[in-house]
């Protein structure tokens, strides 16, 4: 069973576009939603994270919006760069962390 | 020690043969994590550290893997009898709270 689900699965963006990627969970006992950053042969890196008492935050060029009723939360790239070309995953916290599936964005030049 | 260290890096077995995998989790970090993750999937939990004990193991985790973190500083993952199913990244983390996981840059096993 996938505690959390994400899409799309892959993204293709121009370089200074927005990057959207959405998540969506079933646990309502879960209180922290981070994002994770993950470059070919290296391990997953902490990108944002949210607790589910906010609906917004942002971090330079990164936002998570965050909403509790729809159980949902997305994370927002703003002027997206090539350097920005990564797999992107979302987690939701209890006792551990549940990963979704992964988002692996291109930025165009 | 800025951050979590696993070696191997790269790890080609034959199947049937044990493996051990090693993570150094930053040092003032009392929980240890370890997760695997395959192609195209997000890391999946395994088991989970606080100090010394082993406080959580999933189902993934069958009898032929186990993990031990002696003294509550570096931990190691056996996997013994190794399957072609086996072949994965095998990741650990560490942190000082229920939260913000540091990742190594794992362990990359290749069953052949």
């Known amino acids: 069973q996938q505690q959390v689900k994400q899409s799309p699965q892959s993204l293709i963006v121009q370089k200074g576009g927005i990057s959207i990627i959405n998540c969506a969970y079933e646990?309502?006992?879960?209180?922290?939603f981070p994002w994770y950053q993950q470059f070919p042969g290296k391990g997953p890196a902490l990108l944002i994270a949210i607790r589910p008492d906010v609906s917004e935050k942002k971090e330079g060029r990164f936002t998570i919006s965050f909403n509790k009723s729809a159980k949902q939360f997305s994370l927002h790239i703003m002027d997206s760069q090539p350097g920005d070309s990564a797999t992107y995953f979302c987690?939701?916290?209890?006792?551990?962390?549940?990963f979704g599936t992964g988002t692996s964005l291109t930025v165009i030049p | 020690d800025t951050g979590v260290s696993q070696n191997p890096r790269h790890k080609i077995t034959k199947r049937g043969q044990n493996v051990t995998f090693r993570c150094d989790p930053i040092?003032?970090?009392?929980?240890l994590y370890w997760y695997r993750q395959t192609l195209g999937q997000g890391p999946e939990f395994l088991t989970y550290f606080q100090n010394e004990a082993q406080l959580e193991k999933s189902r993934l985790l069958s009898d032929r893997f186990s993990a031990e973190r002696p003294k509550g500083s570096f931990s190691t993952l056996e996997i013994q009898r190794t399957e072609q199913g086996d072949s994965a990244m095998y990741l650990c983390a560490s942190s000082q709270t229920n939260y913000g996981y540091t990742f190594g840059s794992g362990t990359r096993l290749t069953v052949v």
């Open positions: 040092s003032e970090h009392n929980r």
């Open positions: 987690a939701a916290s209890g006792n551990q962390f549940y």
């Open positions: 646990n309502t006992a879960f209180d922290y």
